[in-house]
């Protein structure tokens, strides 16, 4: 039976169990004002939520918004603001919060530092529960998940649900550990690992979601459970490993975690010669014979066609390498002649790759992008093609090599199979990446969508899909108005991810936009009918 069956018959059932359920309140709806706080007071400190612009704030994002389309509205940090929070102290106060939510029928979100690009975490009216304190380390020299008795012991780290990368990496430094993580240091590692999670050294390494050791989940009900690869919450661990943040509360989190590669890390940075036609192919026939040759698992992040960050006109290359020392990357650069390499120092992550707080007014008008394979970059029209899309775009267009993991070491493709994104991510060497942002833009409900915005964006999504037919997509950082969102974030996964969504979350009380089972929920979703082009 092939998946596209399996889910017509999952939606059938979903749609039938969802069918009689109601939307649960928010403020200022009297069911919400109206419910008895105090009693929630008594086991929780709750507080009233004031809009923020930071991620160290309950209100806070670190994006401004998204626009939508005159199909489909946006969403604007300004009117998302959730009603009253709850700071999470441990995994016993997400219960009894989600017990009272529930008692009363109550729209619920859950943040930790708000960084996508969709603003999943904000759900305006709601009783957000923020794991942003949540922020406890604990080292392993000796580590096996809970249930995995024939499992050998591994060097591994626990995460409280809060903790932020540069928590991560200052105290992995110290003990001379490497932790997969991204290159945004106040990004947090739960959000991260639930959609994937792909770094510079992934392809090396492997994903959040491949190293994900166990986890501990508060459940819709309010039941604390911990789950692993083994015991009876399996399929819940396997739809955290790449899911999305639909299945629960993910209190604390552990990891793998690798000897620090003393020596044998860097980058490797330079613009290529000639104009992006010349310059991308040189790139390519580069990149090709390094697939080839089984060496791809040492090099990941960008190259960039023109654009905000890179050089109008010009391919430049932002790689990073691991596993060889600065000597050997020189020698496989070689005939990119522009491109030099140098070792990093003994700091994590190095200090060009690191985002820091991102600067406020970030405004998205459109995301999209599409895995691609050592095929398609051999095809003789794939460059050309590739160069009049940076052409049209805006904001030029980025290669990256830090989504997909195929030609990756042993190591990072040694779980593949249990994890729960789209499987082209273990097939692709790459994904092609359109992001048009502005700066310094705040919008409010009374912004609408720009229609020259709304068409450029539409017409470049289009000849990105002729492109790269079929292929799938990150997430994390994919298209805010696709349609066929399941398919694009995880292919043949869907289906058993909307099953496990059932087991575990019934009524949908943890949905967001295109999260598994969000084509069926009261909250900011997808429609077919057609609604003026406001954000909301």
């Known amino acids: 039976m092939s998946w596209r069956v399996l889910l017509q018959a999952a939606v059938a059932g979903h749609l039938a169990a969802a069918a009689g359920s109601a939307c649960r309140v928010t403020y200022p709806d009297t069911g919400f004002t109206h419910a008895p706080w105090g009693e929630l007071s008594e086991s929780v400190e709750v507080r ?3 809009a923020g612009l930071h991620t160290d704030e309950p209100g806070g994002t670190a994006y401004t918004g998204m626009m939508g389309s005159t199909q489909m509205p946006g969403w604007a940090r300004a009117n998302s603001t959730a009603a009253k929070y709850v700071a999470l102290q441990d995994a016993k106060e997400a219960s009894a919060a989600l017990k009272f939510a529930a008692a009363h029928n109550l729209q619920v979100s859950v943040k930790s530092t708000g960084h996508d690009f969709f603003g999943r975490s904000s759900k305006p009216g709601s009783l957000l529960l923020w794991t ?71 392809r ?109 006109g010009k391919v430049s290359v932002q790689l990073h390498y691991v596993g060889i020392n600065e000597s050997q990357c020189s020698e496989l650069l070689s005939e990119l002649g522009e491109v030099s390499c140098k070792a990093a120092g003994q700091t994590w992550p190095p200090a060009h790759t690191d985002a820091g707080e991102l600067p406020d007014g970030i405004y998205h008008n459109g995301t999209a992008m599409r895995y691609f394979t050592l095929e398609d970059i051999e095809s003789t029209s794939f460059a050309a093609r590739v160069v009049r899309l940076a052409d049209a775009s805006s904001n030029g267009l980025t290669l990256s090599l830090n989504y997909a993991l195929g030609q990756g070491s042993d190591i990072a493709l040694a779980s593949a199979r249990e994890t729960t994104v789209h499987p082209q991510v273990y097939e692709a060497i790459g994904v092609l990446k359109i992001e048009l942002i502005e700066l310094h833009v705040t919008p409010t409900s009374a912004t609408s969508a720009d229609a020259e915005a ?83």
Request: hydrophobic share 35%.
């Open 48 to 50: 009233d939520v004031v």
């Open 454 to 536: 709304v068409a450029s964006f539409s017409m470049l999504r289009s000849d990105l899909d002729a492109l790269l037919p079929g292929a799938g997509s990150y997430y994390n950082e994919g298209d805010y108005t696709d349609v066929a969102f399941q398919s694009r974030y995880w292919g043949s996964n869907y289906p058993e991810l909307l099953a496990t969504k059932r087991k575990y979350d019934p009524d949908n009380v943890f949905t967001c936009h295109q999260c598994v089972g969000s084509e069926h929920s009261c909250a900011r979703r997808l429609s077919v009918r057609h609604v003026a082009p406001l954000l909301i």
């Open 204 to 312: 090396m390494y492997g994903s959040g979601a491949t190293n994900l050791l166990e986890a501990e989940v508060v459940l819709a009900d309010g039941r604390v459970v911990t789950a692993s690869a083994c015991g009876e919450h399996a399929d819940l661990f396997r739809s955290l490993r790449g899911g999305g943040g639909a299945f629960g509360v993910v209190t604390k989190a552990t990891y793998r975690t690798y000897p620090f590669p003393s020596g044998r890390h860097g980058r490797a940075r330079g613009v290529l010669q000639g104009n992006m036609h010349v310059g991308l192919a040189s790139f390519l026939t580069w990149y090709a014979d390094i697939v080839r040759r089984g060496l791809a698992q040492h090099f990941g992040g960008v190259v960039l066609l023109g654009g905000r960050y890179g050089v109008k």
């Open 132 to 202: 942003h304190e949540l922020n406890n380390i604990s080292w392993h020299d000796d580590f096996r998940p809970a249930g995995c008795v024939q499992s050998e012991g591994r060097a591994a780290v626990t995460l409280g649900g809060g903790v932020q990368f540069r928590q991560i990496y200052r105290e992995a430094m110290q003990r001379d550990r490497f932790v997969i993580g991204g290159t945004c240091s106040t990004v947090g590692h739960v959000g991260f690992t639930l959609g994937g999670g792909y770094g510079i050294y992934s």
